[in-house]
């Protein structure tokens, strides 16, 4: 297939590649400028897509990394060089904020590009490592080392056609492929299509070795990517199982489709609201919304614990008789999240069976039997059970019954996310969710999982 029509479109413009360069140049002149005049032992350096030239039109944010000697304690690295972001950004009149993930950074809008400032340590290979964050100088020069100026086209093509399959993205709320990753793929096999034919025939623990390191029988992921800067490290170790297999299949739909061009383009989608209501309906089952406030945390954060919030309702309501098909979330990422489940069961019977024990066992039995009476007990194979009034016949009863604060213990809620759940929550019915527009694209994801991948 001829690409060029695809990269024309996907390529940054010169007039934005000399602008990104620009406004890097003169970032760095400042810092370093700065670090001379006041002595500090550090250097800036230009790291990621931009300084490998590996971004996609309309991405080219700047990453900044601030490299401190070895020899610096781990508080004046993070001081000093938190500082020196703020007097930049005040340099340049923009406002600075501070991200904490594993490692504090800053970052901040400078003539129209997002900029990350990070202090790290200088280190020269992965044994040297101090801070989460030292090994992306070394990233960036392995990079540009290893990939030539036609394989940066490559990754383009690979980066835009998992960023349209849903792959693309190491952040907790896709799990999918990192920058990085992609263009150790081209490095790797050369080029974007090659790439497409050797993952459709990976296997589980793929293993991916550019400097025969030996070391993939220390991990146990989907993909082995050993990060040639660390023999210790899997680059791959974010990516989650659905996304490996996503792309594996994706791979395998695009080399076998007629019309290629179309995955390097985002799916068409005409939602109609009704359409989407009666698909619901037709289904059969009962779909129930939980919205509630979100707090100011970071997105690294709160993707987590909102997953994690969402798959202890799941267990829970299973647990108790209200089997779930499938759970999942949707965030705005400012204001709000749902949590949306549909269930299989949704009205329950009026009594339930509370096993006792084994019947070998006479106290227990005598006891179980005092407590709730000869007449009300029977063997249930070879259990003593009695039979008990429900308390809860609908989900969504058991669910305000869970989302309070006496019993919002027995699920494993995201500790930022309690304290808003309890005060703020409310369950709601499909249709009322429908009216949003970014929340009828969740819904249609809902409904039709692996769009993305097949065209």
């Given at each position: 297939?001829?690409?060029?029509?695809?990269?024309?479109?996907i390529k940054p413009t010169e007039e934005e590649k000399e602008k990104v360069l620009e406004v890097s140049a003169k970032l760095l002149d400042f810092l370093n400028d700065k670090c001379h005049e006041d002595n500090i032992d550090a250097e800036a350096v230009l790291v990621g897509s931009v300084a490998k030239g590996t971004y996609l039109r309309g991405k080219s944010d700047i990453d900044i990394f601030m490299a401190f000697p070895l020899t610096t304690d781990i508080k004046d690295l993070k001081q000093i060089g938190l500082n020196l972001a703020h007097q930049c950004c005040n340099a340049f009149n923009s406002i600075a904020y501070h991200q904490f993930?594993?490692?504090?950074?800053?970052?901040?809008?400078?003539?129209?590009?997002?900029?990350?400032?990070?202090?790290?340590?200088?280190?020269?290979?992965?044994?040297?490592?101090?801070?989460?964050?030292?090994?992306?100088?070394?990233?960036?020069?392995?990079?540009?080392?290893?990939?030539?100026?036609?394989?940066?086209?490559?990754?383009?093509?690979?980066?835009?056609?998992?960023?349209?399959?849903?792959?693309?993205?190491?952040?907790?709320?896709?799990?999918?492929?990192?920058?990085?990753?992609?263009?150790?793929?081209?490095?790797?096999?050369?080029?974007?299509?090659?790439?497409?034919?050797?993952?459709?025939?990976?296997?589980?623990?793929?293993?991916?070795?550019?400097?025969?390191?030996?070391?993939?029988?220390?991990?146990?992921?989907?993909?082995?990517?050993?990060?040639?800067?660390?023999?210790?490290?899997?680059?791959?170790?974010?990516?989650?199982?659905?996304?490996?297999?996503?792309?594996?299949?994706?791979?395998?739909?695009?080399?076998?489709?007629?019309?290629?061009?179309?995955?390097?383009?985002?799916?068409?989608?005409?939602?109609?609201?009704?359409?989407?209501?009666?698909?619901?309906?037709?289904?059969?089952?009962?779909?129930?919304?939980?919205?509630?406030?979100?707090?100011?945390?970071?997105?690294?954060?709160?993707?987590?614990?909102?997953?994690?919030?969402?798959?202890?309702?799941?267990?829970?309501?299973?647990?108790?008789?209200?089997?779930?098909?499938?759970?999942?979330?949707?965030?705005?990422?400012?204001?709000?999240?749902?949590?949306?489940?549909?269930?299989?069961?949704?009205?329950?019977?009026?009594?339930?069976?509370?096993?006792?024990?084994?019947?070998?066992?006479?106290?227990?039995?005598?006891?179980?039997?005092?407590?709730?009476?000869?007449?009300?007990?029977?063997?249930?194979?070879?259990?003593?059970?009695?039979?008990?009034?429900?308390?809860?016949?609908?989900?969504?009863?058991?669910?305000?019954?869970?989302?309070?604060?006496?019993?919002?213990?027995?699920?494993?809620?995201?500790?930022?996310?309690?304290?808003?759940?309890?005060?703020?929550?409310?369950?709601?019915?499909?249709?009322?969710?429908?009216?949003?527009?970014?929340?009828?694209?969740?819904?249609?994801?809902?409904?039709?999982?692996?769009?993305?991948?097949?065209?």
């Amino acid at each position: 297939m001829d690409y060029k029509s695809i990269l024309d479109e996907i390529k940054p413009t010169e007039e934005e590649k000399e602008k990104v360069l620009e406004v890097s140049a003169k970032l760095l002149d400042f810092l370093n400028d700065k670090c001379h005049e006041d002595n500090i032992d550090a250097e800036a350096v230009l790291v990621g897509s931009v300084a490998k030239g590996t971004y996609l039109r309309g991405k080219s944010d700047i990453d900044i990394f601030m490299a401190f000697p070895l020899t610096t304690d781990i508080k004046d690295l993070k001081q000093i060089g938190l500082n020196l972001a703020h007097q930049c950004c005040n340099a340049f009149n923009s406002i600075a904020y501070h991200q904490f993930a594993s490692h504090p950074y800053v970052t901040t809008e400078i003539d129209g590009f997002e900029i990350d400032f990070v202090p790290c340590y200088k280190i020269d290979d992965g044994s040297q490592l101090k801070s989460a964050v030292d090994r992306t100088i070394l990233h960036t020069k392995f990079v540009q080392a290893n990939l030539s100026e036609a394989q940066k086209e490559e990754v383009l093509l690979l980066k835009r056609f998992m960023d349209m399959t849903g792959t693309y993205g190491s952040e907790f709320k896709v799990g999918g492929f990192a920058g990085y990753l992609c263009e150790l793929l081209i490095i790797k096999y050369g080029s974007f299509e090659n790439t497409l034919k050797e993952a459709s025939e990976w296997k589980f623990s793929h293993v991916i070795d550019l400097k025969n390191y030996g070391t993939a029988e220390n991990f146990k992921d989907p993909l082995i990517c050993i990060d040639p800067t660390d023999k210790n490290r899997n680059v791959g170790a974010a990516l989650r199982i659905d996304k490996f297999s996503q792309f594996i299949q994706s791979a395998r739909n695009y080399l076998d489709s007629k019309n290629k061009k179309e995955y390097f383009y985002p799916l068409n989608k005409s939602l109609d609201k009704n359409i989407i209501l009666n698909e619901f309906k037709s289904r059969g089952s009962k779909v129930i919304a939980i919205k509630f406030d979100i707090p100011e945390i970071p997105l690294d954060t709160l993707h987590p614990q909102l997953k994690k919030t969402a798959d202890s309702i799941k267990r829970i309501l299973n647990k108790n008789d209200f089997l779930v098909f499938q759970v999942d979330y949707w965030t705005d990422e400012v204001n709000s999240a749902v949590i949306l489940l549909e269930l299989i069961v949704f009205k329950l019977n009026a009594i339930k069976i509370h096993q006792g024990p084994k019947i070998f066992y006479k106290q227990a039995c005598d006891n179980f039997i005092d407590k709730f009476g000869l007449e009300n007990c029977y063997v249930l194979d070879d259990f003593l059970v009695s039979n008990v009034e429900r308390e809860f016949t609908t989900p969504q009863d058991f669910i305000s019954h869970i989302l309070s604060e006496k019993f919002i213990s027995r699920i494993k809620v995201g500790k930022n996310l309690s304290e808003p759940i309890l005060n703020t929550y409310e369950i709601l019915e499909v249709e009322k969710l429908a009216n949003d527009e970014d929340i009828l694209v969740f819904l249609d994801d809902f409904l039709y999982p692996n769009q993305y991948i097949r065209r």
